[in-house]
């Protein structure tokens, strides 16, 4: 899609949101989040403070909270707030940060442009793979 890009755009509140490159719709959003602070971890769970560093993702498969290294947390606030967040880079703090971006298109996509399948292990979840747009197969979230 013409003038979408795979970079972020920054939000009002300190995150990233970015945009699906086949049909212009929200990939996924990336926040940061320190101990001491209100999660929005959606309208199923509300706001919490989990009282560890990490990462809150908005995208496709719902809103997840993971926790991580207070250096990662703060490296990826810097991208957050250099106002060009690049999921590359994201990607390499951590591969869960940017669930959405495919690394061999090097573009984001939204749900219902990644052809996702579910996995089991003996009646447990197990991961989510997906196929972008392009062919290319990726864990997207396990």
Same mark, same amino acid.
Do not use: K
């Given at each position: ?28 959003? $990336?926040?940061? !989040?320190? @101990? ?8 199923? &769970?509300?706001?919490?403070?989990? +009282? /560890? =560093? ?18 990662? $947390?703060?490296? !990826?606030? @810097? ?8 999921? &590359?880079?994201?990607?390499?703090? +951590? /591969? =869960? ?46």
């Amino acid at each position: 899609m013409a003038g979408i890009t795979r970079f972020g755009e920054r939000t009002a509140d300190g995150a990233a949101s970015f945009r699906c490159a086949a049909c212009g719709e929200a990939a996924g959003v $990336v926040r940061t !989040a320190h @101990a001491g602070a209100l999660i929005d971890l959606g309208p199923m &769970a509300g706001r919490h403070d989990l +009282g /560890r =560093d990490g990462f809150v993702i908005d995208y496709f498969l719902g809103t997840v909270w993971f926790a991580a290294d207070p250096a990662a $947390v703060d490296a !990826a606030q @810097a991208l957050l707030d250099a106002g060009c967040a690049d999921p &590359a880079v994201l990607r390499r703090i +951590g /591969r =869960d940060l940017v669930p959405f971006y495919c690394p061999d298109c090097e573009l984001n996509y939204c749900g219902g442009d990644w052809q996702a399948e579910v996995l089991w292990d003996e009646g447990f979840y197990h991961r989510t793979v997906g196929t972008c747009p392009h062919g290319h197969r990726h864990v997207l979230d396990d």
